[in-house]
């Protein structure tokens, strides 16, 4: 058991140090703030405060979690071991950085309830970002961090035994578009002839019609691909369904067509599910009951797991609602357009509501990677794409965290600019089970 003496205990430093220990470095931890009782511990101890109390090891603390409220932080960024910190302390800080408080400024996405610049899906600008300004989007900070405070604690107390963990790989896939051509309906098939047509497209004209005829499969099934690559590298997989009613920014499958909705059982007998709620879902958060309930009634089964459409997130609003809706895990804490660690770790965390200054029980899971950012936003051809993911699952190797990419089933298809992205997501997957 580790004892951590501080002067004070707030919901925010509990919130960090559990997670620093716990989660991350897996040790069973006590906090105290009796001087006592931590002077007579004599199993593994520090403190953290603004001055040391006695020689013991020690790490100075800033301010941040201590405050309650937001407020613009002063942060400067500098060079540490191989990545970069903030929050700097004095010489006598077993560290030279508050490690606490820069966890808690990533983990709690502090930056995103101050006033910044949104993109035109009204999301936090990942070039608004800490980590993107200073170059470290693409390391788990936090837990590269987490492990140079163990080999300290080793260091000070080498008769303790340290709990190892093991790096671990989930993959995920949105589907937001179930099928290109089918079971869309009368109105949707003729509209999309007409635009064929408009852009004088003769290659969606014939591809179009050779599926409706039954001649040629669908582009975007490639559910038996993802099922094969599930098998052949024993994957974990999770699948977010989208099941909106049909507008501007969501354009699935109309929820009634017996076709999806046995597309939909199908795969729950062999992956997890989870919901996809709808872009218009952000706005109207009575859509998300609608549509958890949807996939519910069809699976048969509670519906605990969340991707946003679109990865739109407003903090506090979005989590807020999906607490409210029972959901327990969301796998949106990722940026659409670079890759790397949004929150700084590869580990799953607890939402911190910071406007309530409470822990929540809904839990985050960090991706890393996902298709359109490279295809769409990074402009990334497919022969070059796997060194960019490559480099994001070394670090989370280094760190023995998880790692989680996000995929559609439209771009295996090997259809037009998704041409070679097949490939791309099977070696990805050797990768990152290898």
Sequence with gaps: ???????????????????????????????????????????????????????????????????????????????????????????????????????????????????????????????????????????????????????????????????????????????????????????????????????????DLRERTAVLLGKKTDPYDTYSFQNEIKKKYSLSTIYFFLLADY?????????????????????SDHSEIGIHPSYGSNSKPEKLKKEISRLSVIIHSEIIKSRQHFLKLVFPDTYRNLIENDIKEDYSMGFASVLGFRAGTCTPFHFYDLDMELETKLKIYPFAVMDATLRYYLKINAEDALKHIKAIIDETKKVDGLFISLWHNESLSNNRHWNGWAKVYEEMVKEATA
Excluded: C
Excluded at 248 to 265: A, G, M, R, T, W
């Design 247 to 267: 507008g501007v920014n969501d354009k699935n499958v109309p929820v009634h067509s017996h076709k999806f909705q046995s597309l939909i059982k199908s795969i």
């Design 1 to 203: 058991m580790l004892l951590i003496y501080t002067h004070k205990t707030t919901n925010r430093s509990r919130f960090i140090l559990h997670f620093i220990f716990r989660d991350v470095l897996g040790l069973q931890l006590k906090i105290t703030n009796d001087v006592k009782e931590f002077n007579n511990y004599n199993d593994i101890k520090i403190s953290y405060s603004s001055q040391p109390i006695a020689d013991e090891l020690f790490f100075q603390s800033r301010n941040l979690l201590f405050e309650t409220g937001i407020s613009e932080q002063n942060i400067t960024v500098f060079d540490f071991k191989n990545t970069k910190a903030f929050f700097a302390t004095g010489k006598l800080s077993a560290m030279p950085f508050d490690i606490f408080s820069a966890a808690f400024y990533l983990v709690s996405r502090y930056e995103e309830y101050l006033p910044h610049i949104r993109d035109v899906h009204d999301r936090f600008d990942a070039k608004e970002s800490l980590a993107f300004n200073n170059n470290f989007l693409h390391q788990p900070v936090v837990d590269s961090w987490a492990i140079e405070l163990k080999n300290i604690l080793k260091q000070k107390f080498p008769q303790h035994n340290f709990p190892n963990r093991s790096y671990k790989y989930i993959s995920t896939i949105d589907i937001d578009n179930a099928f290109a051509y089918k079971e869309k309906g009368l109105i949707r098939t003729m509209g999309g002839y007409l635009r064929a047509l408009k852009d004088l497209d003769i290659f």
